[in-house]
């Protein structure tokens, strides 16, 4: 498992962005895959996740503003982040898990301006 996330930049708030992490690896259809964020002087969270069977959650304060999804065809895990706030501010790591084992990418950062 190799990740490697895109799509971060600068928006204003209400404003979208899309992410995406392609994982270089074999296999992709039998991993869980997420999205985990961490702001300044704060702890990594959890954002989203979808499984290998496609079902998804979701962190409170991103629900019914936030959608994962995945193209196994791609190898890639989309993040649809809309309605941004400045509290969305973080750097965002895409992450697998497969067999029980954690991958990590190396993040890609996403500042909302209010």
């Known amino acids: 498992v190799q990740l490697q996330a895109s799509g971060g930049g600068l928006v204003q708030s209400g404003g979208s962005l899309r992410l995406s992490c392609v994982d270089s690896?074999?296999?992709?259809?039998?991993?869980?895959m997420g999205w985990y964020r961490q702001a300044p002087g704060k702890e990594r969270e959890l954002v989203a996740i979808?499984?290998?069977?496609?079902?998804?959650n979701y962190a409170g304060s991103v629900k019914d503003r936030f959608t994962i999804s995945r193209d196994n065809a791609k190898n890639t895990v989309y993040l649809q982040m809309n309605s941004l706030k400045p509290e969305d501010t973080a750097v965002y790591y895409c992450?697998?898990?497969?067999?029980?084992?954690?991958?990590w990418g190396p993040g890609t950062l996403v500042t909302v301006s209010s």
């Open positions: 690896g074999r296999q992709f259809s039998e991993n869980g």
């Open positions: 992450y697998a898990v497969r067999l029980g084992l954690s991958y």
């Open positions: 979808i499984t290998s069977g496609g079902s998804t």
